[in-house]
Structure formats: C-alpha cells, structure tokens
C-alpha cells in the first residue's frame, strides 16, 4: 500500500497530532508513507520521522489550483493508493480525486462538536461524502451522526494512540514544587473550557497548600484568553497558575506533572488523555465524547460533568488528598492504554480497514 496523510496544518492540536502519528507508524509497516500539510505548517513538523515523504501545498484559497495540480502531481509521481484526509482536508481530497478517480478517500472525523450540529451545517461534506471510500471516526457518537447523515455508509470505529516512543528535547522547566503540579494540556479556546478548572482551582483555595496549575497550548491573544489572563490577575494568582504557551517538548512537561486535567464541553478522541496516561499522571476529566470510555471512574480516573463545577471541585478534591488512589488510577489507566490504544493494536484495525 502507498498511502499519504493529508491535514490543513501541523499546529498542535489533536487531528494534527494523529495524521503526523499515522504517517510515522505506517512508515515502519508499508512501502511508502506520506504526509501533506495543505495550508500551514507548525510545531509538528519536527516530530515527522525522516523516513515519512512531507509536502506542503502552501494553499491560500478555498479552491486554489495552483495546490490541486501540486497535490496530483505529487499523488501520481508517488503512485498512491489511498489519501487518508483529516477534519477538513476532505475538500482538496476530492478535488483532486475528481481527475485520480481510482484513488481511494479514507475520510477521518475528529470533531466531536459534530454530533450537536445540523445536516445544513455540514451540507457541502455530506454531498462531498459520495466521494468517500470510507470513513473513520474517534467515538460512537460520531460513528452514529455519520451513519445517519452521511452518503458514504462506510463508517469505522478507529481509537487514537499515542506513542511512547520519545526523541523530544528537554527544554520547558514547569515551575512549582515537585509532585503538586496540575498539568493542563489544550489550545487556550472553547470548547476546552479552561475557565471551568481555573475557578474550582481558586475556590478549593489549592494555592494555600503550594499546588500549581500549569496552561500548555496554543495562545490565540483573544478574548478567551484574556478572560483567563484578567482572572488570574484579579485574584492574584500569577505565582500559582502558569501559561506556557505552544511547546514541543510535551513528554517532557508531562514528566514533570502530578495531575492532568481536562474540562471539554465537547470532545472526540482527545490523545491529551492517553498521553497523561503514559506519563503516569492521575487523571481528573470531562466525561464528553469518548473520555468516558478511556478513563474509567475511579478506576483508571475521575470524570466529571463538565457543566456540574461542584462536580469538578470534589473529583479534584479527591484525587489531591488521596495519594494512595492516585497511583492506583495511574497504574489502571496505563495498563488499559497499553492494551487497547496502543500504536501496534491500532495500526493493526487501521491496515485491515485499509483493505476493505
């Protein structure tokens, strides 16, 4: 098989992280493996193994044929099989198989805010769909909207993995004491709901008993952030909650973690999780999307609901006063990831799903 990932950008977020994951694992188990960054590139783009063909289509418009004629002179040069288009890539996937018709779209839905919206919302995907061999969603409920609205019927389950392979610098220190350290790990916008965890933070006083909160991902310098920012500074919490900002040295912030936090109102797949879980962190998350399968309540984590904030503050009440349940929940989870999300177990369903 000769297969090429195609993603609208290489900035850290997770539909971004899983297409440079499944360029980098295919590559070890196929004759060729591509990567094909549409838009922009970003951080990631250091973690693509050399052994991966990257190209990036610079595309500046909606319909740019400059990066059409780009895109299907790369696909026939390479002899492509299969594109493995993600989140929004679906478009220029299907403009070029208009003049590749044997090549074979495998569309990857990642947006777990989909399942709340409307068939006109999604109008030009739908029709788009008939173009689609397959397509492959990270939670039921995802797999269920699609099933019901799309014109492909081919729709498969496919779980994330992370990877615990580790070639990452060791560059970002965390601030804080050792061992009491909240790591939180998304881009600063909604639906991540960062508010949520900064206010139960706050009220459960946790500044007084020297835990920190530590914020690592993208800064858009809006209004969500500066709401952040502005309440942070008010109760004067600037010694005690910490903004990162991008990083690319995520293994290695997370080494230095206790606990990880996630508060989404919506929510796919987020590998956040399993990457807390391979970092040996104690888990408190939002109970959307597919968390509630990942995370296990008081098994391998503690869930929430993330519109209940008295629910939020008695999880993470919990889980800082118990240390002993702490490394109960951080051994389970990582037993339950290296069994069901890893990268050979995954990769495996994904090649199969390829054949069909």
Not at 196 to 223: R, V
Not at 257 to 280: C, D, K, N, Q, W
Not at 314 to 322: C, D, G, V
């Amino acid at each position: 098989m000769r297969i090429v990932q195609i993603i609208d950008s290489l900035e850290a977020g997770g539909a971004e992280r899983m297409a440079v994951n499944y360029s980098n694992a295919l590559s070890e188990k196929i004759k060729f493996s591509g990567l094909i960054a549409t838009r922009k590139e970003g951080q990631l783009l250091t973690q693509i193994n050399s052994n991966v063909s990257y190209l990036f289509l610079d595309k500046k418009k909606t319909v740019d044929f400059k990066s059409i004629f780009k895109l299907r002179k790369y696909l026939v040069s390479n002899k492509i099989d299969i594109i493995h288009a993600h989140s929004s890539s679906f478009f220029i996937a299907v403009l070029v198989k208009l003049t590749l018709p044997a090549i074979k779209i495998f569309w990857h839905d990642h947006y777990g805010s989909r399942i709340r919206e409307s068939r006109f919302k999604n109008k030009t995907l739908i029709f788009l769909s008939l173009f689609f061999h397959s397509i492959f969603v990270v939670s039921h409920q995802l797999k269920e909207w699609n099933e019901k609205n799309m014109l492909c019927k081919r729709v498969s389950f496919v779980p994330n993995f992370t990877t615990q392979k580790n070639n990452q610098k060791q560059i970002t220190q965390l601030k804080g004491r050792d061992g009491k350290r909240i790591v939180f790990l998304a881009n600063l916008k909604n639906p991540k709901n960062h508010m949520l965890i900064l206010k139960s933070y706050f009220e459960l006083g946790l500044k007084n008993s020297d835990w920190s909160l530590h914020l690592i991902g993208k800064d858009y310098l809006d209004t969500y952030s500066e709401t952040l920012k502005t309440f942070i500074k008010s109760n004067s919490l600037e010694n005690h909650i910490h903004l990162y900002g991008e990083r690319n040295d995520i293994s290695y912030i997370l080494s230095q973690g206790t606990i990880g936090v996630l508060s989404s109102t919506e929510e796919g797949f987020p590998v956040t999780l399993l990457e807390y879980g391979l970092a040996g962190l104690a888990i408190v998350s939002t109970n959307a999307g597919y968390c509630s399968e990942i995370i296990k309540n008081d098994i391998s984590g503690l869930l929430f609901d993330p519109r209940n904030e008295l629910e939020v503050k008695s999880q993470l009440s919990k889980i800082i006063e118990n240390e002993l349940l702490r490394k109960e929940v951080v051994e389970n989870l990582k037993q339950s990831i290296l069994k069901n999300y890893s990268e050979e177990e995954v990769i495996n369903k994904l090649m199969l799903l390829y054949k069909k």
